[in-house]
């Protein structure tokens, strides 16, 4: 399931978001010979975001969003378990710089655990540039690690997101 809501009001644009998704399989012979091997999964989250134009061109945003993530493998393999929790905070300032062009630069902060256990933090800062073509647009993202990391990090470079898409 999905459901989304978007609101503007004195100036803000207010839009939250939830999303459920669910499935379950199952492998056992025939003969019964074994234990049912299934595996649930399970992944929901919630999201909501603040956004206000700065200038007819400029806009500032606020993003919360929360994810839980959960899989249990059934014997033979296991018992297994996964547990995952994303807690991120979002901030990000864009500017229009002709019709279709928009450039934007922000940082996000996640929190993950998993099991319940503390786990980890990681720090970002980003750039990117989005273009529209007609019915295609193409979007280009650079993230730069904030965190110290145990591997090896080039020039602060951590991913790069490449994103081209069309209408039909």
């Known amino acids: 399931g999905w459901g989304g809501i978007e609101v503007e009001t004195r100036g803000f644009r207010l839009e939250g978001r939830g999303e459920n998704q669910q499935a379950l399989s199952t492998d056992q012979p025939l003969d019964f010979s074994s234990g049912d ?7 929901w989250s919630g999201e ?7 200038a007819p061109r400029m806009r500032v945003l606020a993003r919360w969003f929360y994810e839980s993530r959960t ?5 033979p393999i296991g018992p297994r378990r996964f547990d995952a929790i994303d807690r991120i905070v979002q901030f990000e300032l864009s500017r229009e710089y002709a019709p279709g062009w928009r450039v ?4 996000l902060y996640d929190r ?3 099991a319940s256990q503390p786990g980890r933090k990681e720090s970002r800062a980003f750039v990117s540039l989005q273009a529209r073509f007609g019915k ?12 110290s990391e145990p591997y090896q ?3 602060h470079h951590d991913k790069g997101f490449l994103r081209l898409q069309s209408t039909f």
């Open 37 to 43: 091997g299934h595996n649930f999964r399970r992944q």
């Open 48 to 54: 909501g975001t603040l956004s206000r134009a700065l």
């Open 71 to 75: 899989q249990v493998y059934g014997a």
């Open 104 to 107: 934007a630069g922000g940082a």
């Open 112 to 114: 993950v655990s998993y």
């Open 136 to 147: 295609v647009s193409v979007e280009g993202i650079e993230t730069i690690e904030l965190d």
């Open 153 to 155: 990090v080039s020039f």
